[in-house]
């Protein structure tokens, strides 16, 4: 049986992580409000972000600079998309 959580993003009853995805009260506040399915997208957006703008993820500055879009992405605010991208035609 898996764990529920009522996800921030999505404002309903969604499955959770079966685990804190990083350590910390923010990975703690993650397991407990943001659904799987939430925190997946976020991994995509993140994984788009990181290419499209060339990020260095050695440099605080980028991971903080992640960590203020993953808030806004997860409380439904305006977050940078990467503008080059183009969903493939299904």
């Known amino acids: ?6 996800c921030r993003k999505y404002q309903k009853e969604m499955e959770g992580l079966t ?3 990083m350590p910390g009260p923010k990975g703690q506040d993650i397991f407990e409000n943001v659904s799987k399915v939430a925190w997946e997208e976020w991994q995509n957006q993140q994984t788009m972000l990181i290419n ?7 440099d605080l500055n980028t991971r903080k600079y992640l960590q203020a879009q993953m808030d806004r992405f997860f409380n439904n605010e305006p ?5 080059g991208f183009v969903p493939p035609e299904k």
């Open 1 to 6: 049986m898996s764990r529920t959580v009522v």
């Open 19 to 21: 685990m804190p995805p």
């Open 52 to 58: 499209e703008k060339h990020l260095n993820l050695m």
């Open 79 to 83: 977050f940078d998309k990467a503008e």
